[in-house]
Structure formats: structure tokens, C-alpha cells
């Protein structure tokens, strides 16, 4: 089989270049020196930054002080990723049977004379990928991946090295041992490799494979011995081709076209079917759906559709006719006669998926509910009500005060940097913890028997006894009144954080306190005043 | 020999109240509670309850969330996450919303659809019919409804009157454990038991 290879040189700096340039935030001719950092490190630098000297594992500062314009990208893999994917599709366009290998990357198994010949297939693919906006891309054909992927190094900028069948090795052994510095998996371990080829005075992959396999498997270990092998010629080439994404939509075509909505539904019915059987083939089924009438070419009536959990041929059915019947003028006034009759003769109707998920996450478990994927479903439409960080998940951590001892994270990410749990964490309050801890504690005035306000001294005495208290809680009134301290524990002192000059920082004292009406608060002493730390309401 | 059957029974038994709930339909069926309110009331699907304090809304939620299910908390700012942990609420199957807004009530409705039961402290007034929607949800998605605070037709109505902490004196000892007088109102009726909470 014959490969070609499609090779984008510095993918990561043409995506992120386009991203800047989708962004709107800078709009940088494509000659303008860039480089993809990552760690203030150059990873990736394109050919006009490298012209000014700017190379990869160069440190930020250096990389600028040669090239003071440079622009800096962040690494972003998923970005290299998704803007490959409209590569991958344009070239699947004309060749299915796509194998992406990393960004920037792919191969195909070269069309024969389908297109008239190798060098006119990869002429045809470089200008659809030339009108995609890629103008960067360069082609190899070869027997094998290796020597494909090779080829395509060579070639100039949109232009294509055909290696002749047979001629692999040949073409192989010509090269120099610094091309395993970046092949197909190549990374820190071919560079390594190509590193010490090039000490031990074999500059070329033909005088490595002059080697003998032993050898080679002896000393340069398992990846030595795949270089070997394709530096012989001939690796064998497999090539882990996608499929195209398969086609879910399903259309009917009516002729003559129709008048009712009835007769309209009474006919979608074994689309509708064939839609849904369609999805359940390949183990997915439809959250939202978009229905599309058309009448005298054009589409009279569009609409997306969204379902709870899934959409039955029957709930497809319903929706086709309440859009149809949605799209009459107001229908109060109009006659039982044509209440189902549609503005236009519908000719068509296509079903289009637009949400698809795994059946698995909708199918009913014995009991009754699939729990955790409904919840994650349900949770997910109230993200979008209120946005994601309005809903949590509360965690537990250690800490000293009960507002440290918990902590809530966005819903559906892990909690990190959480302190653990399992230190002593000495003077932590013991014994039932609050129901209520505020985020904000509110202020509170704590007096003794003669109405001076209760401190902690430096020794960690108190004044005073508590006698009565009032907490100036927002949206309770009763605790805003003056309560008479009915028993009282405390203090616990805590110095806490004297290092830093603000917030919560100092010497400060915990109180419990039960007020007459049996309800207990955590008061907190400051230098600056008294706070409610928390509730046992 | 004798304990065997006996478990066996029990396990027939729950099974056969598992059938007929599914078999009845989504509204009415029974949601466990904590052991500390067993027999104080009986939490049923469809319906909505309204407490008075924070503790008594944890204590709700924690019957249903120790038998697996999920619960959820709405408009609860001050959520104490170590009091639920200690009763016994599993935190990875709680959902908490704390500032929901001017939304509240459509948040409240959604969550309805997927949890088991929710607490909704609410941030506003509401009115009857809202409240009516609310509740024809909550019979058809087989969920409880906690209020920590007014709503307008509710099955019962818990308050916790006359709480005597012990383990505390004037100055020395910590809180230790409660005492609570917890009341139940069903329409016109009243009852009223002493508990000892965890």
C-alpha cells in the first residue's frame, strides 16, 4: 500500500496563530516571527522566527532578545487539536480513510491514479488546503509511513516528494541520523538517539542499518531496534484510519408536495422510525433535534427541538406537526375545516440530529432511573440557568475554623488543593458542628451584667461574663434583638496568622454561646470586634 | 436457623414495596428518614414539608441521602458542610445552590426533576400558583420538597421549639449534645416529641 503523508510544519504556531486571529485580538501576517512556549521555554517556532535565530528549548528572555517583535503564544494542545480538525476534514473530503498522527500530521493511503497519478492527487489536496486557509503544507508518498513522513520533510512549501515503489530504503539510508530528532514518535527519545549516532560516527541512517540486528538490539534497546528496522525499509505501515463521521440525517421528499399537517405526519412516520433506528444503531439517541419543512425549494420552517431525555419516532411525529401547525397565522378565529392546513404545500421534511448522546446514559435501570447520569443531565440545564459556578459541590477539609473545615467546588470538577483532613489540627472546635457557617460573618455585640462590652485579654481571660448578646444577621430579626446569654463555653484562644497585617489575621478568642431561646452560635472575639462565626440553629 | 428466614422475609417484603412502587406510579411512595425522626413523620413522594430550623432540613435530607439518593440544597448560603457530613449526608450526592437568585423557583423546579429531595430556603415571596406548578412537579418526578421557611400548602409543618443544650455551663465545658422539642403540624392536628439529636 502506498502512503501519502500531509505534513503542516510548526502546527502549533499556525493554530495558535489563528486563534489569535478568530479572537480578533491581533491580526499578524503570516510571516511574523511566533513561537509556541510552554514553561517560558520555546517548544515550537516557525520558520521566520527561526530565521532571526530563535530556536527551541531557548529560554523566553533569550528567544526575545534575538527577536524583539516575536509573538508569544501559550501551549495549548487541545487548541492544536481542534484547529487540525478542519484539516483532517477537507482532506477526507476528497480521500476517506483518513490516519491522523498528531497535529500537524496525517496519512492516507495514496490514491493510485485516481486522481491522475500521485503528484496530482497531492497538487489537488494542497490547493483545497491552500483554499482552507493552510497555506503551509508539504507532501510525501512513499511504501511505508516512515519514509512518507520523511519525503514530506523534504518537499518544499505545497509541493510533493514521490519516493518511487521499492526505493524506501534507498531513500532511507541517504538520510542523516538528526532526522529521528522529530519523527513520528520520535520526541526526547529520538533526539537522544540521533544525539548519539552522530558521536559515534554513524551520520547517515544507511550506515545505522549497515548495523547488525543483534547489535542494535544490544545496545540502543527496543526503540533503537524500530529505527533499525525502518532505516532496513519496509516497516510494516498501519495506519489507524478514522472513519468518515457517519451520516445520521434522515429527509422524505413529498410528490405531489402536501397540504395537511396530518397528512404531512401521517407520512414522516417511517422517516421518523428510520431516524431514530438509525441513531440507535450505532448506540445513540437524539436530545435535540432540528425539523426542517421546505416548500417550493426553499425552507419554510426550521426549528430545534429539544427533549427531556430522548426522542421516540413519536415524539418526533408530535413535534413535526405542532411546527407545522406553529407556522399558520393565529388560529382562533380560523374554521374547524382547515385548522391542520399548512401556509404552503410541504415537499420535504429532514430530521436533522443536532445533540446526540450514548444510549447507555438514558436507558432505565432496573429499578426504575438511570440515578447519577439524569442527575448530572438535570444539573447541567440548571448550570445553564444560572451558570456554572453557580452550582456546587460541598467538600470537607481541615482547618481550625469551622468556615476553613469546609470548602464547595463548581459541580463536576474535582476538588484541589484541599488541606487534609486527617491532622489533629489543634484548636478546632469538638462536638456537633453548625448547621449554619457564614461566608461573611456577621457582626455581633457581646456585653457583660453591666453593658460594657466583653474582650479577651492578652492572657486569654475574659472581662467579663457574657450576659446578654445580639447578632447583626441580614434576614433575621430575632437574632438582631438583645438575647440574654443562657450559658456560655469559651474562650478558646488562637493567634492566628500574626505574620500578615489584614483580614483575619491575630490574636482572636471562640466562644459557644446558648442564648435563653435555645439557640447556640459560634461568636469569634477580635482585636476589632465581635463576629458570628456560625449557627447551630 | 430462626434468623435466617426472618431476614428472608424482610428481604421479600422490601422487595414486594419496591413493585408495588413502581407498579403505583411515581407519586406517593415513601422516602426513608433519619432514625432520629423515625416515627415523628413520614417523608412521601409528591409533597412538600417545611421546617423552621437548619437542623431539621438536614435531618430530612439525611434519611433519603443514606439510603444512596441524591439530595440537593437551594438558596442555602450558609450551608454547614461538616453538620451534613455528621448527619450522615453523602456530600459526593449533594448538589448545593447557594445563591440561585431571582431564578430560585425554576431552579428549584429543575432540581426537582433529578433529586430525590430538595431543600429550598427561599429567597422571596411566593405565591399559591407558583407554588401549585411547583408541586404538580413534584408528584410527577416522585421527589420531596423541604422549605426552610414560609410556603403555602404543605403536608406538615416541622418547628423545633424549647432546644436544651447539654456539656455547656457558664464558662467551661463545649456544646455537647441537644435536646429539642420538635413539633409537627398536619393541618389542624399537632404532636410534639422530644428528641435527642446526634
Redesign the interface.
Known sequence: MRVLVAWCPDWSVTAGMFELAETGEAQHPASQPAAVLANNIVEVCNGAARAEGVRRGQRRRDAQSRCPELVLLPANPERDVRYFEPVLATVEDLRPGVAPIRPGLLAVSAPGRYFGGEPHAAALLSQHLVDAGVWDCRFGVADDLFTAEQAARQAPVQDCVVVSPGASAAFIQALPVRVLADTVDGGAEGRELADLLRRLGLPTLGDFARLSRAEVSNRFGAFGLSVWQRAQGGAPTRLGSREPPPELACEIGFEPPLESAEAVCFSVRTTAERFVAGLAERQLVAVAVRIEAEADGVVMSARTWLH?RCFTSRDLIDRVHWQLQAGMASSGLRSRRDAGAVSAPVERVRFLPETVEPASAHAEGL??GG??E??T???A??QA??GFD???????QGGRS?AD????VA?GERPVGLRPLDRPWPGR???????????VPPAAEVVDEAGRSVTVTERGA?TG?PWRYRIDAAADVAARRWTPVA????PWPVDDAWWVSEGGAGRSARF?V?GVD???WLLVWRATGWEAE???? | MSAQPLEAVATVADLQRRIESLQGGPTRLTVPVHPVLEGLVQLRTGTSYAVDSATLALGLAAGASRAGEWVGFAGWGDFGAEAADQWGIDLRRTVLVPDPGDLWLEVTAALVDVLKVVVLKPTGQVDAKSASILDARLRARSSVLVVWGEWPRVEARLSAEQAVWSGVGRGRGRLDQRGLRVAVTRGTRRSARDLVLP
Do not use: C, K
Not at chain 1, 473545615?405 to 464547595?408: C, G, L
Open positions: 427531556p429499578w426504575g440515578a447519577d439524569q442527575v443531565r438535570g444539573v440545564r440548571v440557568m444560572i453557580a452550582v456546587r459541590t460541598p467538600v470537607l469551622v473545615r469546609q470548602s464547595t459541580w472546635i469538638p462536638g456537633p458542628a453548625p448547621s449554619r457557617v457564614f461566608a475574659v461574663e450559658s456560655w463555653a469559651g459557644q446558648v435555645g439557640r447556640a456560625a449557627g447551630y440553629d
